[in-house]
């Protein structure tokens, strides 16, 4: 089982890493810098990810673009996500259930990391 970080930020993506390595979870977590690089990711272990933590604002392809790709790519759409991102209007939230009915959940930054994990729990153990 894997979880995929897609975050242009090392840092946030070693804050992720770090919460969920102190929660107990086990899976093995990737990590991809620009939402380009996590769909080559998501495409090479489609299998293998239980989840996906994706941030919003990133360079080259957007969080939000890389959920429409996602949503249209069958072996892709059933691969749970969650957005994390500072993007915390209404209208973000909006346009991200757009993007993907299906998004499992929806984290703005900064988060308490006791409900990052709880969304995550639901997806992992």
Known sequence: MK???IDDSLLD???LMKCISSAGITAEILQASDGEEGLKI???YSEDI???LLDWQMPKMSGVDVMKAVVKNPDLKKIPIIMITASASEDSRKIAREANPDLAGYIVKPY???RLMEMIRLWVK
Do not use: F, H
Request: hydrophobic share 55%; charged share 25%.
């Open 112 to 114: 308490k990391t006791e």
């Open 3 to 5: 979880i995929l970080i």
């Open 50 to 52: 239980a989840l996906v």
């Open 42 to 44: 998501l495409s090479q």
């Open 13 to 15: 993506r070693r804050l």
